[in-house]
């Protein structure tokens, strides 16, 4: 749990929890997620793709946002909309005492619509498919962030690795141009630094992936190495 602590304190907003390619358990998921509601740490999960029943878990047990990966078309997004949000907008299962309230004793008429109103819905598009689908994605209601998923994206376009590359831009303009045109928040995951991050700023990507911690510790422990054996 000191995960938690010390990405607060380094003045991150929120958590990136990885179900898809990590080994982290529900369990720890769900500890991990209520110390971050507590530290104002917003905890975000990226669950295996279109797994409506561990989405549903993870939100049970305390995250605040659902990221699908590798979404492609409206009707994707139809259906994680529907098994994320309560009635009337989906059809999520109700459980009562809930993390995200603290555990309150309260009616699930009060419960529903304040949970919907606190929980992000967030769909990775990254493959040439959704990006020639991203207006139709965009404009699902219940769908709260489009977020592109750099590497995935450059690998399906024929380029990895190549940020620099017209096609893998003019991809990304176009992502970013469907969620301006519905309202949604853009999110991007794989690139961290440099000019093109000051580009996308500035068009409106306001969710930006950090690193992970793996890269960071390294990072900052091959920083202290190199400067203790000069």
């Known amino acids: 749990m000191e ?3 010390l990405a607060a304190e380094a003045g991150y907003d929120w958590l990136f929890i990885d179900l898809e390619h990590g080994s982290i358990s529900l369990e720890s998921l769900s500890q991990i997620s209520n110390v971050a509601v507590l530290s104002r740490c917003a905890p975000i999960v990226r669950v295996p793709q279109l797994d409506f029943s561990t989405a549903s878990r993870a939100l049970d047990g305390g995250a605040l946002g659902v990221i699908f990966p590798h979404v492609e078309t409206a009707e994707e997004a ?3 909309v529907d098994h994320v ?3 009337p907008r989906g059809r999520r299962s109700y459980a009562a005492r809930q993390p995200a309230i603290g555990f309150a004793a309260r009616p699930a008429r ?3 619509p ?3 109103a606190e929980i992000l819905c967030f769909v990775m598009i990254e493959s040439a498919a959704g990006v020639a689908n991203a207006a139709a994605i965009a404009a699902v209601p219940g769908i709260d962030v489009l977020f592109i998923g750099a ?3 450059a690998i399906d376009l024929g380029i990895a690795d190549q940020f620099d590359s017209a096609d893998f831009r003019h991809a990304v303009d176009r992502i970013i141009e469907a969620g301006r045109a519905h309202g949604k928040a853009i999110g991007i995951g794989g690139i961290r630094a440099g000019e093109y991050m000051q580009h996308l700023l500035q068009a409106g990507v306001s969710i930006i ?3 992970m911690e793996a890269s960071i510790l390294v ?3 091959r920083a202290q190495t190199s400067m203790l054996k000069k």
């Open 114 to 116: 304040a949970l919907d």
């Open 151 to 153: 590497n995935d994206l």
């Open 78 to 80: 139809m259906a994680i």
């Open 219 to 221: 990072e900052g422990g």
């Open 85 to 87: 949000r309560f009635p």
């Open 209 to 211: 992936l950090g690193d």
């Open 3 to 5: 995960i938690v602590g």
């Open 110 to 112: 009060e419960v529903m």
